[in-house]
C-alpha cells in the first residue's frame, strides 16, 4: 500500500488503512478513495468518495468466499454505503474531511450522527477486504507472531479467542484484533480496556458499524460478522465461515503491515507528546522565576585574586 | 389462537401473545411450546420450551417468501434458538417460568443476561410466524382500521411509517406495531429486544435480521418490506390481538 504522494493532482490518493492520528501533517490527507481534483484558480476542490475494489477479482476467493458473496457484499452493500454517505455529507462541513475523520467527529462521543454508520461501514469494508486474499490463512511469523505469543500466550490460544469473539458478536458486528497504544481517556468513547498496559494487542467485538477507531486504537484485522458476509455461503454456520476465515482468507502480511505502522505511528505521537511537553516547560520557565542561584563562571582574574 | 384452558393436563398449552402485565392471577402460566407434564402424585413438573410450527405448511408463503427461507429461519435459527435457551436455563431458576417471565426477568431492566437473546428470539419468531398468512396482506377492517385512521391519519401513512421503520432499523432488528396507553404506536427495536420489555402490546412484528430476507432479497430490505405488508401480513391475527390487548387494559 503505497503512501500518498505530496503533488497529487488528479490522480486518486491511495493511503494505507490508519487512523487519522498521525497522519495530521503527513503527505496529503488520509481519505480513501477520494479525488481531489484541483482546478485552475481559483482553486476548487470537490472531494467524493469512491467504490474502491479489493486488492484481487472476485472470483478470487472462491470456493471460501464465493463471487455472488463479493458481488453482493462490496457490488451492493459496500457501494451503498458509499453512495449514500455521499449524498448525506454533500453540502455540509464534513464533505472536506477524511473518511477518519468524519468517523470521529460522527461517533459524536456514541450519540452518533447521521453520517456515522454509513462512513465507519465505508471505512471497516475497506478494510475487511485487505484483510483477507487468495491463499491466506496459515500462521503469521516475525514480531506479529511474537506479539501475539506474548499477549496471548501462543497463536491456537489467540485464534481462539478472536473465534470466540466472532461468535459471541450477537446480531450484526465486527471481530478485530487492534494494537492499542493509546490514552486511557480517549475522549470520544468509553475505552473497553482501559488499563496501564500500553502497546499491546487486544482482541474487541463491535455492534454494526462501531469500529476500534473511536477507541483510539489501531486496527490490524478484521471480520465481518453481519450476516449478509455470510449467509449466501454459509448460512447460520457462523461458526464455520469463522474457522475457514482463520484458515484460508486472513492475510498475516496486511495484518503485520498494519502492525508496523501502527507502532510507527505511536512512536510519532510519542516523540510529538515529549516535544510538545517541553515546549510547554520552556514556555512557563522565566529568568524572574528562577529558583537556582546565580552562578558566575570564575574568572581567570579572580583566581588570580585569591 | 385460543387462550388457555383452566384444566390443561398433558395438552400443550397455546396462549395468546401477549404480556404478562395483566397476566397475574389468570389460569395458568402463559407459556408457549410448552409442554408441562403432570405425573400421578408427586406431582412432577418439567418445563421444556418446544419449536411451535408456523400455523402454515413451510412452503406455504412461496414465492413470497421460500420454502427455503423457512428450512433456514424456522428449522435452523429459530431451533437454535429453543435449543440454546433450554440449554441456558435448565436446572437453574428460571426453568419453569413461562417465556414471556424468562424474557422479563433476563432484560433485568436493560442490562441483560444470558438468556436474554435466546428467550426473547423464542418469543419474537413465534410472533413472527403468526404476523403472516398464506395470502396476506391486502388492509385491516373494522376497529384496527378505525384505531390505525385515528392514531396514524390512514392506513397509507400508518404504511408508510411502518416502513420506513423497518427500513431504518439498522442492523438488526425488529419493527412493531403495538398498543400502549390506548393508542396504536410504531416502534423499532435492535436484536433481540421487543415490546414486552417496553411496556407495550405487541400487534405485529417484522423481522429485518438480514437472515430473514437474504435467500429472498438479498441486500433489499425495501423490497421484503414492501412484499410483507403487500402479501403477508395476516391483520387477521393483528385484529385479535388488539381484541385481547384491550381486555387486559
Request: proline share 6%.
Amino acid at each position: 500500500m503505497e503512501l500518498p504522494v505530496a503533488s497529487a493532482a488528479t490522480a486518486s490518493l491511495q493511503c494505507s488503512f490508519l487512523p487519522r492520528h498521525g497522519l495530521l501533517g503527513a503527505l496529503g490527507h488520509a481519505g480513501r478513495e477520494r479525488r481531489c481534483i484541483k482546478k485552475v484558480l481559483p482553486a476548487k476542490i470537490t472531494a467524493k468518495f469512491e467504490l474502491k475494489p479489493p486488492p484481487y477479482p472476485l472470483n478470487a476467493l472462491e470456493p471460501v468466499m464465493s463471487q455472488e458473496t463479493l458481488e453482493y457484499h462490496w457490488g451492493k452493500h459496500h457501494r451503498a454505503y458509499v453512495d449514500n454517505l455521499n449524498r448525506q455529507i454533500e453540502g455540509t462541513d464534513l464533505e472536506e474531511k477524511s473518511l477518519e475523520d468524519i468517523i470521529d467527529t460522527s461517533y459524536n462521543k456514541g450519540d452518533i450522527l447521521p453520517a456515522f454508520n454509513n462512513a465507519a461501514q465505508v471505512w471497516n469494508h475497506d478494510f475487511f477486504w485487505e484483510s483477507i486474499k487468495p491463499g491466506g490463512g496459515g500462521v503469521p511469523s516475525g514480531d506479529l507472531l511474537r506479539l501475539i505469543e506474548r499477549d496471548f500466550g501462543s497463536f491456537p490460544k489467540f485464534v481462539d479467542q478472536f473465534k470466540k469473539a466472532a461468535a459471541t458478536q450477537f446480531g450484526s458486528g465486527w471481530a478485530w484484533l487492534a494494537y492499542k497504544a493509546n490514552r486511557l481517556n480517549v475522549g470520544n468513547a468509553i475505552n473497553p480496556c482501559p488499563s496501564e498496559e500500553d502497546k499491546k494487542l487486544v482482541i474487541v467485538k463491535s455492534p454494526n458499524a462501531v469500529n476500534p477507531l473511536i477507541w483510539d486504537y489501531h486496527p490490524l484485522l478484521a471480520i465481518d460478522v453481519w450476516e449478509h458476509a455470510y449467509f449466501l455461503d454459509f448460512q447460520i454456520r457462523r461458526h464455520e465461515y469463522i474457522s475457514m476465515f482463520m484458515d484460508k482468507l486472513v492475510s498475516w502480511e496486511a495484518v503485520s503491515f498494519k502492525l508496523e505502522q501502527a507502532k510507527a505511528q505511536v512512536a510519532e505521537r510519542e516523540r510529538e507528546d515529549e516535544r510538545k511537553r517541553r515546549g510547554e516547560e520552556e514556555e512557563t520557565f522565566t529568568p524572574s522565576e528562577a529558583t537556582t542561584e546565580e552562578i558566575y563562571p570564575v574568572s581567570d582574574a579572580d583566581a588570580d585574586a585569591l | 389462537m385460543e387462550l388457555l384452558a383452566t384444566s390443561a393436563t398433558t395438552t400443550s398449552l397455546h396462549y395468546a401473545f401477549l404480556p404478562r402485565k395483566g397476566l397475574f392471577g389468570t389460569p395458568v402460566s402463559a407459556g408457549t411450546e410448552r409442554r408441562c407434564v403432570r405425573k400421578v402424585g408427586p406431582v412432577k413438573i418439567s418445563a421444556k420450551f418446544e419449536l411451535k410450527p408456523p400455523p402454515y405448511p413451510t412452503n406455504a408463503l412461496e414465492p413470497v417468501m421460500s420454502e427455503k427461507t423457512f428450512e433456514f429461519h424456522w428449522g435452523k435459527h429459530h431451533r437454535a434458538y429453543v435449543d440454546n435457551l433450554n440449554k441456558q436455563i435448565a436446572g437453574t431458576d428460571l426453568d419453569g417460568k413461562s417465556l414471556e417471565d424468562v424474557v422479563v426477568i433476563t432484560y433485568n431492566k436493560g442490562d441483560p443476561l444470558p438468556p436474554f437473546n435466546n428467550a426473547a428470539q423464542v418469543w419474537n419468531h413465534d410472533f413472527f410466524w403468526e404476523s403472516m398468512k398464506p395470502g396476506g396482506g391486502g388492509a385491516p377492517s373494522g376497529e384496527l382500521l378505525q384505531l390505525i385512521e385515528r392514531d396514524f391519519g390512514s392506513f397509507q401513512k400508518f404504511s408508510d411509517e411502518f416502513k420506513a421503520a423497518a427500513a431504518t432499523q439498522f442492523g438488526s432488528g425488529w419493527a412493531w406495531l403495538l398498543f400502549k396507553d390506548n393508542k396504536l404506536a410504531i416502534v423499532k427495536t435492535p436484536n433481540a429486544v421487543n415490546p414486552l420489555v417496553l411496556e407495550g402490546y405487541p400487534l405485529l412484528t417484522i423481522d429485518v435480521w438480514e437472515h430473514a430476507y437474504y435467500l429472498d432479497f438479498q441486500n433489499r430490505r425495501p423490497d421484503y418490506i414492501s412484499v410483507f405488508m403487500e402479501k403477508l401480513v395476516s391483520w387477521d391475527a393483528v385484529s385479535k390481538r388488539l381484541e385481547q390487548a384491550k381486555l387486559l387494559v
